[in-house]
């Protein structure tokens, strides 16, 4: 079915008739005048660079009417739906000039341009450098967007003496369209042995850590193949927790552990390592030498010792899941379990920590049953949850938390905070936790949009701090992050390159969710909006306009302004103030036209909600009230007095 414009060029008064298309016979069905919005054919736009006429990626399309935000991809595309409205469209990107256009400009050209303004570039990212890595292991190219990956069936034998690696990955993927390349992802300093496609040896070049695989013929549209790569190697260590490395316990047992956030897992394992398609599901088979356990992602399956000296330890992931979410910890482990109703809980720690473990692991409990009171069942139930003690403070592994908080509450014992809130729980439970629903269920399909992972995940330790210790408790904790926050970078970083985000995605992101909590001013409606993001998105990979997307259409409100405001600038919000003898005037002073977020105000034991626009507005006071008190504990915002 197909809808389509008769008289395009004047869509808000247009009789627009419906059709039916069945081979070549063409059926008029009803005819409808005066229709309010514009019905064609899903249509694609490309949003390029004036100068270079390179595609824009990350541009976002804005139907003010529709409140619908539609994101440019990696070819700067974007298809317009079939229903959108008629006034004006804003287009903005990251540095970048906004344009407005009708829809009627859109059926009119294929091609939208934007220019470049050198003096909208934030002053720190000004001196970023990307290199041509970078953009190859963040950008999702060509030779990604052409396949959609299905399984992996990773297997890999750890030489603990040598330091090295030697394993395989089968790697099953459809093809999107027709292509005779793929590009899978493997550090250069890592040798390809043999990459193996129905029993033929395949050609490939090399490009930094880039593998582009040739096959030889096209592989069609739709078609599924499967293809076994062999590699070994010795990982360099790298990165903030060093990527894989190679340690001892404090009694001189071999401790293998992997975390490579930000660096990337192609540095250990062959795989298409970006953020945005994720296999359906994983195997994963780990030889080590015996006496030795390793710990993976989801379900164990089984053990099989070898007459080497080694043993296969098996591990099944039932659901989708990200690269930087693998992991494998090798040690000297004890393992204890326990239960969450039908949710299986295990442990795995050094047996000289059992005790302290046993007491500290019971925080899990009550963790677990907050987040899933607030967004949902624990997403990953066929696999369960598990802890695995680390030498470094701990990564949100899918189903296979790594902890190293040092058995002790708060972030390595300190008070993250300042509050004095911390200390009454354990930081890295808490926090890495959070993750298996926001980052590792629902996952950003572009890292300059994790404010999807680390935002929600920080605002979610608000949120157990709520149901443990009550609401003031969870505002106060919130509000100890404000002397974290730099506000010298925006909270949404540069598109399609490896570059993980300002700081300020955890701490401002998570202050940023609090004000729209209070913004909501309703939390039956915020807890209940929150519960059904989770369940919307979950095992998929999105963007911030898909966030943005969902509160608009659930709260039915713009919240555009204030996610601009928030996410795409650095300063705050500031709300202006000026008193006069029996009233005070008011407006934001921002970076973003038309930001009109409400904020309350607190007088006595009672509070109301003022409503500033930028320009000024004026209410009448009681001369005897001097000023208004505004809750800036509820909303993350400058207040500035002009005399």
Known sequence: MKWYIINKLHCQTAHVLRIWSLKALVIPVLLIAGLTYCLQPDKKITIVDSNSTKPIEGAVVYFKDDRLALRSDVNGRVRIPEETGTTPVTIQAKNYRSREYTLDYFLENKTVTLHYDSARVNPVEKKFHFTREDTLQGRYGAYRSNNDLLHYDLSIKIDIEKEHLSGKNTITFTMLRESDTIQIDLFKNMHVDSIVFNDQNLTYQRECNAVFIDFPHNLKKDETHSIDFYYSGSPAQRGRFGGISFQQDSLGNPWVFTACQGTGSSMWWPGKDQHLDEVTNMSLHFLVPSGLTAVSNGKFIEKEKQEDGYTWFHWKVHYPINNYCVSVNVAKYTHFSDQLDDLSLDYYVLPYHLKKAKKQFRQVKPMLRCYQKHFGEYPFKKDGYKLIEVPYSGMEHQTAVTYGNLYKNGYLGRDWTGVGISTKFD?????????????????????????????????????????????????????????????????????????????????????????????????????????DLHEEFKYQSIYITDVLNFFNKYLDKDLKPLFDQYLYHTELPELQLKYEQDSVQYRWNTQVNNFNMPVTVQHKDSSFFIYPRTEWQSRSRNPENKTLNVATDLFYIDVEVIE
């Open 427 to 531: 930081f890295i439970i808490i926090h890495e936790s959070a993750h298996e629903w926001f980052g590792n269920s629902v996952t950003c399909g572009d890292y300059s949009d994790a404010w999807i992972h680390e935002g929600f995940g920080t605002y979610m330790e608000g949120v157990y701090v709520e149901c443990q210790f009550g609401y003031k408790a969870a505002i106060d904790y919130l509000n100890g992050y404000k002397s974290k926050v730099r506000n010298r970078t925006p909270i949404v970083g540069p598109p399609g390159v490896n570059h993980w985000p300002t700081q300020d995605m955890y701490f401002k992101g998570a202050l940023f969710l609090n004000t729209l909590r209070h913004v909501v001013n309703d939390d039956k409606t915020w807890w209940a909006m929150l519960h």
